[in-house]
């Protein structure tokens, strides 16, 4: 097979529910823009089984996207599963964990989920609330509880907790109070910059690069600082782990939200699904072998316009398949 476009995926993106109770303003679910291409759905627990039925050579998959992984009804028996399998999951994109049964949060810590990051942007309602429209600090906060409680019951050092914070303009001075909470509920804590420059900008740059240790106090600055975007590194995403819609489509990464690539990991199979014309073709222009064209949704992508603009195409071998050095 050739290492350059095509691939047998061990690691692959398998959204468990693109459904979401909060309105974060931002958000493609929200506006509605993500509606037509990944739709409203869930994993359903038959065709999860299928997929790790017919493809064993898959060891980890990543659960989150643009939804809510706590609406997916099924999700202890995927979890169940997938530990039976021997197949290793995380939650890494997100979570708001604001309404989650206990019996799944048990399943959680029961069935070792490896790692979740937690979606909380702010220490106190208001301020939660400004940006998780519909959100409830104190409920995830309590989840966090109760995850921690049957992570001592079990004596399982999973899943890992990592409180994400993105920084806005209206958040910034919550940064130090978010992070010691973080620290008494034995989470990482991670400053995200923000994706949209228009809501809420941060208001002091300077003290948020203080807050933070970053270099950076917005996506803009760190362009200007690395030469590079700031999830610069999701383009590897095609080869190491594609990403998976809830009802099989390829949507190739996790920021692709607009475009389709053709095939469908339950109806064509994964190998098939990940190695469609389409893809393929993808691969190559982010290795800079082929130019851009119309219908492949990277040619309409900003991270791709920026490595066209600069000539900074990805850089693969055979044994590493994809490489994206200084990607954050």
Not at 18 to 33: E, K, M, N, V, Y
Not at 229 to 238: A, P, S, V
Not at 257 to 276: C, K, P, R
Request: proline content about 5%.
């Amino acid at each position: 097979m050739d290492p350059v476009d095509r691939i047998t995926p061990v690691r692959i993106r398998l959204e468990a529910s693109s459904a979401c109770q909060l309105r974060c303003p931002s958000c493609p679910t929200t506006t509605g823009d993500a509606a037509a291409t990944v739709g409203k759905g869930w994993l359903k627990f038959a065709q999860f089984r299928q997929l790790l039925d017919a493809n064993p050579q898959l060891r980890e998959i990543e659960l989150s996207n643009y939804g809510e992984i706590f609406l997916n009804p099924e999700l202890a028996d995927i979890l169940a599963y997938a530990q039976a399998r021997g197949i290793a999951l995380f939650c890494d994109n997100g979570a708001n964990l604001n309404d989650a049964p206990e019996a799944v949060l048990e399943a959680l810590v029961r069935h070792g989920l490896r790692s979740m990051l937690c979606s909380i942007d702010g220490a106190t309602q208001e301020v939660y609330a400004t940006y998780r429209v519909r959100g409830t600090l104190a409920a995830v906060l309590a989840n966090i509880r109760r995850i921690n409680a049957f992570k001592q019951q079990y004596a399982s050092p999973w899943p890992e907790l990592t409180w994400q914070f993105v920084a806005f303009g209206h958040n910034q001075h919550e940064i130090p109070a978010a992070r010691a909470l973080a620290a008494e509920l034995g989470m990482k804590f991670f400053v995200k910059l923000s994706w949209d420059a228009d809501f809420s900008p941060v208001r002091d740059a300077a003290a948020l690069r203080r807050d933070t240790g970053m270099p950076a106090a917005s996506r803009d600055e760190f362009r200007t600082l690395h030469g590079m975007e700031y999830m610069h590194g999701i383009c590897t995403q095609l080869w190491l782990e594609p990403q998976v819609n809830w009802d099989g489509k390829v949507l190739g990464c996790c920021r692709n939200f607009w475009g389709e690539f053709g095939g469908n990991a339950f109806s064509d199979g994964l190998e098939a699904a990940v190695n469609t014309e389409a893809i393929r073709y993808a691969r190559r222009m982010l290795l800079g072998l082929e130019p851009a064209r119309d219908g492949i949704p990277c040619t309409t992508c900003d991270l791709y316009r920026h490595r066209e603009r600069r000539g900074d195409w990805i850089r693969i071998t055979a044994a590493a398949p994809a490489t994206a050095p200084g990607t954050p």
